[in-house]
């Protein structure tokens, strides 16, 4: 037999169609022990060679086909004989003390631990990966679920409004109860999914606008996004004129093309704007259709690097309950969460670039994202929720966490 | 870019925030995909050998226990659950792929002994603690090693490993006899030093033919 070792592979060898191979692997991999010998499994393939039509023209290539069977059979055999290795019975007893142990070589006998930690060393070898972890593999797989979901709720509407089959009321009444036992087990599960799959999408479009604002204070001279030289008397006016909604400063982002509606508009936000921007456009149309909330700017705007503690700035936050409370006349409750996720938190974009999940509007020594500091320590004094923010209040400085609509 | 998440479910163990899924808690689902990411992936690359495979089979496992979810029993652990799942479908997946299996011609063909041969681990080579060997290079020869291995071996071996599982429990879970584990994971670490010393001796005169 020809060691392939030693032989480049032949180009010009005969090749097998898919369905050879298919075949082939059939043989072996479904029923191995039909062939009784090499020389048996040998002829076998050969004979299936042959009966399958590839031409042979010459006495070489009949032979290389011979020794393309002999490989392919050595290597079958070679797969066997490694499962055919034992290991000595000292290994052996190291190795069940070890597991016994809880994969400790410590716990081994003494004279066993050499051995106990041979097998320790193959242990971390395969746990451990220099593989990188895929970073989106999260999000697709709450995407890959909330899929999953999207389409068992069509198959049951499509299922309801469909007829031609008789059924006495008792089954009716069973089905009825049965669905909605079902319903009420798993719609929870269900909504709860799809508000995780929207929580990462929105925290993508976190890092999305992170990249927008680095790029923008990049070519800025390291200032922050500002639509006009300073807010006028108010900043709570979405959709009016730049001086009067702080969004617009926001806006700026895309109007320089940096991000698109869809980077700023939150899934869990149903009357977000979304799809290609007016070009001439300033602002967001109305508070609705705005999904985070930006920083109330100073006059004259802010650098990045004046801020001492840029971790504890936030610049960007899903949209503030608070204003759409006041815009709406409705009682204000400072320590509410963003509307955005049911109320169970909010994503927070740092001025230092990073990200963050917050289950409270109040961070860094109760400071509330949602009010300047002066108005946090009117209502510890007075805990006065009604009409608080007139829309005309700053940061009290650099430090005061405060973002607007 | 990181996210410093504040997390209230850090004294929390898996059954509890499953718990907390089944009830509806939105965070729930996400905590535990991001607890088991980094294992789950690398014990299913481990398994099949490839990972974009093993990334579509994490998102199965994942929608299984979420379809599951109300059948599962709080009394019992929830990772072992998790990952008998993932070698279910890695399991499956292998059958499907091996009916058009590939053949690696290039490497060394192995003479079939007669009867078994035994391998002692003082005398063979094993793979090197990670500062010893360029940790790519280790990876994708452990892995080469472990491909080698029938399926039923890399099984045990892997879920022995990356578990930490007792003999007992791995025979619970995959409902077979405890003395059938116990003799599959003799082989299975015997099998895979053998594999190691061939890769590495293959990867070893690679080196050198390229050097000349």
């Not at chain 1, 020794?67 to 290994?91: P, T």
């Not at chain 1, 070898?125 to 709720?153: F, G, N, W």
Request: aromatic share 6%; hydrophobic share 35%; glycine share 6%.
């Amino acid at each position: 037999m020809k060691n392939q070792d030693q032989s480049p592979p032949d180009e010009n060898a005969p090749k097998l169609s898919a369905f050879d191979i298919e075949a082939l692997d059939r043989i072996f991999d479904d029923d191995p022990e039909r062939f009784v010998s090499e020389s048996d499994r040998d002829h076998g393939v050969l004979n299936l060679l042959d009966l399958l039509g590839t031409p042979v023209d010459s006495e070489s290539q009949r032979n290389s086909r011979i020794d393309l069977v002999k490989i392919l059979s050595s290597r079958l055999s070679g797969a066997a004989d490694v499962q055919d290795v034992k290991l000595s019975k000292a290994d052996q007893a190291a190795l069940d003390q070890y597991v016994k142990n809880g994969y400790a070589v410590g716990g081994v006998e003494q004279e066993l631990q050499p051995r106990a930690a041979r097998c320790d060393q193959i242990a971390n070898a395969i746990t451990s990966s220099a593989a990188k972890s895929s970073p989106d593999l999260v999000m697709r797989t709450l995407a890959t679920i909330q899929t999953h979901i999207d389409a068992e709720e069509t198959a049951m509407g499509f299922e309801r409004g469909r007829g031609g089959f008789s059924i006495r009321w008792s089954d009716l009444i069973s089905v009825a109860a049965t669905l909605l036992l079902v319903a009420s087990v798993t719609l929870p599960i269900m909504s709860g999914i799809r508000s995780n799959a929207q929580k990462t999408q929105c925290f993508g479009n976190m890092q999305a606008a992170a990249n927008a604002f680095g790029l923008y204070t990049g070519s800025n001279r390291d200032m922050l996004p500002m639509a006009t030289a300073g807010l006028g008397p108010t900043w709570i006016d979405v959709g009016s004129t730049p001086d009067r909604s702080n969004s617009s400063n926001l806006y700026t982002l895309i109007r320089s093309k940096l991000a698109n509606l869809d980077d700023l508009a939150c899934p869990s936000n149903p009357n977000a704007a979304t799809g290609p921007a007016d070009p001439n456009a300033w602002d967001w149309n109305s508070l609705q259709e705005l999904s985070y909330s930006y920083r109330i700017m100073p006059p004259g705007g802010m650098r990045i690097s004046s801020a001492p503690q840029p971790v504890r700035v936030v610049l960007l936050a899903d949209r503030s309950p608070v204003i759409l409370k006041v815009v709406n006349r409705q009682l204000v409750i400072p320590e509410e969460n963003s509307p955005n996720h049911q109320g169970t938190g909010q994503h927070m974009l740092l001025l230092d670039g990073s990200s963050r999940w917050t289950r409270s509007p109040v961070i860094n020594d109760h400071d509330n994202i949602w009010l300047p500091r002066p108005i946090e320590q009117l209502i510890s004094k007075e805990r006065t929720r009604l009409g608080i923010i007139k829309g005309s209040e700053m940061p009290e400085g650099p430090t005061d966490a405060f973002v607007g609509p | 870019m990181g996210q410093a998440e504040l997390s209230k479910w850090d004294s929390q163990s898996d059954e509890q925030v499953f718990e907390s899924f089944r009830k509806d808690d939105p965070d729930a689902y996400r905590e535990l995909i991001e607890r088991h990411h980094d294992d789950l992936l690398r014990f299913l690359t481990r398994m099949v050998g490839d990972r974009a495979a093993a990334e579509d089979i994490f998102q199965e496992t994942f929608l299984q226990v979420h379809i599951s979810a109300a059948t599962f029993d709080t009394s019992r652990r929830f990772r072992p659950w998790l990952f008998t799942i993932a070698a279910n479908k890695a399991r499956d997946m292998l059958r499907k792929k091996n009916r058009r299996k590939t053949v690696e011609l290039s490497a060394p063909i192995r003479k079939s002994e007669s009867g078994a041969s035994f391998i002692d681990l003082l005398e063979v080579d094993v793979p090197p603690p990670d500062e010893a060997m360029d940790l790519g290079e280790r990876d994708e020869q452990v892995q080469r090693a472990l491909d080698q291995l029938g399926p039923a071996l890399r099984e045990v071996l892997l879920l022995a490993y990356f578990q930490r599982m007792s003999y007992a429990q791995i025979a619970e879970d995959l409902g077979i006899p405890l003395g059938t584990v116990k003799s599959r994971m003799h082989s299975a670490v015997a099998a895979f030093a053998r594999s190691w010393q061939t890769v590495s001796k293959d990867h070893t005169q690679n080196d050198t033919n390229q050097d000349e």
